[in-house]
């Protein structure tokens, strides 16, 4: 009789455990109708249920499936907001890290086939789709979707953007062109994209860099990566010359200013070299420090 009971109190205690799984289970599949029954059980017996808010966020997410087509940039950063600050935490509240990722993705799909009428508006840099495809782990549609916006490469969120996309589409290699221009342009968002990627290598040149670089310390600093990665990578040369270069920018002209300079070196024309060398010099002091060590070392 007294393991009769225990088997009543250890159902009775599981039983809002099997009936939160049934929701998840529900949402997983995202069978709306489905979810909403589970939950309304859910929360009949266990009104005070801690799970219950998160879930209810999530059901409603899949019941609202709105298809319409957003025109108006603030009500697309809303739309995104909410995803951001609600639907977000409440699927990583209810399901495993792996499961809310997946589950999330076409949420992102989603709102980038509906933002996808809007022109890029500088006003509101992040009301996008090319983002959104991003999120939704889309690269060749958010390359795509960046390329309908005029002058790309010279708009800092756009370019981080393709930068991204280039990257997680076609690897390291393939975006160092892009990585360039966007140090050159917007080094703050060149220092953030590198810290979300986490890219083993380009995380071990940062670290190098903010340890060796003689700079000022300040985030601007990243401006003068790609010339400081031709001195410490010479082999980047080639990847690195593919950028467009900047000629208003010093640390873009230093980057092309350093490429010729490697090509002279190995066709052998010194006299070239010294009005080259002359003119890094006036560009960055410490660069041309840097360069020279490395020469001094070589030739010793």
């Known amino acids: 009789m007294q393991q009769s009971m225990q088997q009543l109190d250890i159902f009775a205690d599981s039983r809002d455990v ?20 589970s939950l309304t059980q859910l ?9 219950l808010p998160a879930m209810t966020v999530l059901v409603c997410e899949l019941e609202s499936g709105s298809g319409h087509s957003l025109t108006d940039h603030a009500e697309l950063a809303a739309v995104r907001r909410r995803l951001e600050v609600e639907v977000m935490p409440a699927a990583q509240r209810v399901m495993p890290a792996q499961d809310a990722h997946a589950w999330s993705t076409p949420c992102w799909r989603s709102l980038a086939e509906r933002a996808a009428p809007l022109v890029f508006c500088r006003s509101h840099t992040e009301s996008h789709a090319a983002p959104l495809r991003l999120r939704a782990g889309d690269w060749a549609a958010a390359t795509d979707a960046v390329n309908t916006i005029e002058s790309w490469w010279r708009i800092p969120s756009p370019l981080a953007w393709m930068t991204e996309a280039r990257y997680r589409g076609a690897g390291l290699d393939a975006a160092w062109p892009l990585f360039a221009e966007l140090a050159w342009l917007a080094p703050s968002r060149f220092a953030a994209l ?101 020469r001094k070392v070589q030739h010793r």
């Open 43 to 51: 929360a009949s017996e266990y009104p005070e249920d801690s799970a």
């Open 194 to 294: 590198i810290a979300r990627l986490r890219d083993a290598l380009l995380d071990v040149l940062r670290r190098r860099f903010d340890a060796e670089f003689p700079g000022t310390g300040e985030i601007e600093d990243y401006v003068w990566f790609p010339a400081w990665l031709l001195v410490v990578k010479p082999a980047l040369a080639g990847r690195l010359g593919e950028a467009r270069v900047q000629r208003e920018l010093p640390a873009s002209r230093a980057t092309a200013l350093l490429g010729e300079i490697l090509r002279r070196e190995h066709e052998g024309d010194q006299h070239e070299l010294v009005s080259l060398r002359e003119e890094l010099s006036r560009l960055h002091t410490g660069l041309f420090d840097a360069y020279m060590a490395t």
């Open 18 to 37: 099997v009936l939160r799984n049934d929701v998840v289970e529900q949402l997983q599949r995202r069978h709306a109708g489905g979810a909403r029954a």
